[in-house]
């Protein structure tokens, strides 16, 4: 096996961090992770009994969706929907675009959609529209971010929250800018010259 080179791939160039492009960290991953034991604890007591299906939105779930499910002790399943909304920007176009419908049978299940940050709510309102199609017998939300916003027009109930925070754009677990900084193990407000 060759050995495991230490520096960049450009002998003499340092790698670029994703961490230097952010201003500040605001949430870690030990945070991160102690609040996530603490929904799925929460989440755990409330479906005991019932027929749970967690549904992640792609893509910016995934960390998020695949952290949660190990953590929920009881039989469950869990399937993907896709929607799109920002494209190469830092605000929501509040066009929602769906590119993935559900594929699991989610009549009469218990539907917990799981979903990276609720920012405007149209990403959430428009996926809760799609879901009710299915005929669930139950359909929550649990978002791991809730934005401060001041002038929000779309109000969709939320059962579950992980953290709030303030109006900044925000990248990392999942959520990205440009579809990169999603292996960010953290949550970090990214620093305004990279989108400006
Ligand atoms: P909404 O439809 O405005 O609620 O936006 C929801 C979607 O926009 C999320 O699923 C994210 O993909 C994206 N989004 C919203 N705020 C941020 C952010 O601060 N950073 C990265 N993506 C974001
Ligand atoms: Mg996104």
């Given at each position: 096996?060759?050995?495991?080179?230490?520096?960049?791939?450009?002998?003499?160039?340092?790698?670029?961090?994703?961490?230097?492009?952010l201003e500040s960290i605001l949430i870690s991953e030990e945070q991160l992770q102690k609040r996530l034991d603490q929904l799925a604890r929460q989440i755990t007591k409330d479906?005991?009994?019932r027929k749970l299906v967690l549904v992640g939105v792609l893509?910016?779930?995934?960390?998020?969706?695949?952290?949660?499910?190990?953590?929920?002790?009881?039989?469950?399943?869990?399937?993907?929907v896709?929607?799109?909304?920002?494209?190469?920007?830092?605000?929501?176009s509040g066009r929602v675009l769906i590119t993935k419908d559900i594929d699991v049978d989610?009549?009469?299940?218990d539907v917990l959609i799981t979903e990276d940050i609720y920012d405007t709510g149209n990403t959430?309102?428009?996926?809760?529209?799609?879901?009710?199609l299915h005929k669930p017998a139950s359909v929550?939300?649990?978002a791991l971010l809730w934005k401060e916003k001041k002038d929000r027009k779309r109000e969709v109930p939320i059962k579950y929250v992980g953290f709030e925070i303030p109006d900044e754009f925000v990248v990392g677990y999942g959520l990205d800018f440009n579809e990169i900084y999603r292996n960010l193990p953290c949550i970090g407000?990214?620093?305004?010259?990279i989108y400006k």
């Open positions: 096996m060759p050995p495991v080179k230490k520096s960049a791939t450009r002998r003499g160039a340092k790698a670029k961090s994703l961490f230097d492009d479906y005991t009994g893509r910016g779930c995934l960390p998020f969706l695949a952290d949660l499910t190990k953590r929920i002790p009881i039989p469950h399943s869990y399937d993907l896709g929607a799109s909304s920002y494209g190469a920007s830092t605000t929501s989610i009549a009469g299940a959430l309102a428009k996926i809760r529209d799609l879901i009710m929550e939300v649990c407000v990214l620093r305004s010259e």
